[in-house]
C-alpha cells in the first residue's frame, strides 16, 4: 500500500492540528483507498457512539481522497453534494476500518464513495460524494509545502 500525503492543519489528517483525527490515509489501489481509526471519547455524541458530524467529516475525506490521484501531482477537489447514510451506531474506543473508492471521474467532477465498518466486518455509515475540481487560478495561489503536503514517515 502506498500512503497518501498529509497536510499541516486538516482536520482530518492534519498531523499538526491539536484536535484532528490525524488520519494516515493508504492507496491500495489506484481508486481505491483505505485507514483506520479509534475514536476517543471526546469525540463521541451519545454515549459510546462518534458523533455524527465526525462521523460525516470522515466519510467526506475519504470520498475525496479516493479520487485525488497521484501525490506528487494531487487532484484538489470540493465536495458539491455529499449523502451519507448511517446505518448503525459507530462506536468511539474500538478500531474501524475506513474504505472509499472512485465510482466516477470526469474532467471537473469525480464520484466518490466511502464506508465505515466496524472489527466484526459491518458496514455502520457510508456516503457517496460529488466531488468538484478546485480551479486551477486557486491552486497557483496555494503553496503545498506552506501546506505542508507530503508524505511523512511514521
Given at each position: 500500500?502506498?500512503?497518501?500525503?498529509?497536510?499541516?492543519?486538516?482536520?482530518?489528517?492534519?498531523?499538526?492540528?491539536?484536535?484532528?483525527?490525524?488520519?494516515?490515509i493508504?492507496?491500495?489501489?489506484?481508486?481505491?483507498?483505505?485507514?483506520?481509526?479509534?475514536?476517543?471519547?471526546?469525540?463521541?455524541?451519545?454515549?459510546?457512539?462518534?458523533?455524527?458530524?465526525?462521523?460525516?467529516?470522515?466519510?467526506?475525506?475519504?470520498?475525496?481522497?479516493?479520487?485525488?490521484?497521484?501525490?506528487?501531482?494531487?487532484?484538489?477537489?470540493?465536495?458539491?453534494?455529499?449523502?451519507?447514510?448511517?446505518?448503525?451506531?459507530?462506536?468511539?474506543?474500538?478500531?474501524?476500518?475506513?474504505?472509499?473508492?472512485?465510482?466516477?471521474?470526469?474532467e471537473?467532477?469525480?464520484?466518490?464513495?466511502?464506508?465505515?465498518?466496524?472489527?466484526?466486518?459491518?458496514?455502520?455509515?457510508?456516503?457517496?460524494?460529488?466531488?468538484?475540481?478546485?480551479?486551477?487560478?486557486?491552486?497557483?495561489?496555494?503553496?503545498?509545502?506552506?501546506?505542508?503536503?507530503?508524505?511523512?514517515?511514521?
Open positions: 500500500m502506498k500512503k497518501q500525503p498529509n497536510s499541516l492543519h486538516c482536520f482530518i489528517c492534519g498531523i499538526e492540528n491539536p484536535i484532528g483525527l490525524k488520519l494516515k493508504f492507496e491500495s489501489d489506484e481508486g481505491f483507498i483505505e485507514t483506520t481509526y479509534t475514536a476517543p471519547e471526546h469525540f463521541q455524541g451519545y454515549p459510546g457512539v462518534l458523533h455524527g458530524g465526525i462521523v460525516a467529516s470522515i466519510l467526506d475525506e475519504i470520498c475525496g481522497r479516493a479520487s485525488m490521484g497521484d501525490p506528487s501531482s494531487p487532484r484538489f477537489m470540493f465536495t458539491g453534494k455529499l449523502e451519507v447514510r448511517y446505518r448503525k451506531n459507530v462506536p468511539i474506543g474500538r478500531p474501524l476500518r475506513i474504505i472509499g473508492k472512485t465510482i466516477k471521474s470526469r471537473k467532477t469525480a464520484e466518490g464513495w466511502a464506508g465505515i465498518y466496524n472489527e466484526e466486518e459491518e458496514l455502520l455509515a457510508e456516503a457517496t460524494a460529488l466531488l468538484i475540481e478546485v480551479p486551477e487560478s486557486l491552486i497557483s495561489q496555494s503553496d503545498t509545502d506552506t501546506l505542508g503536503w507530503k508524505v511523512y514517515p511514521d
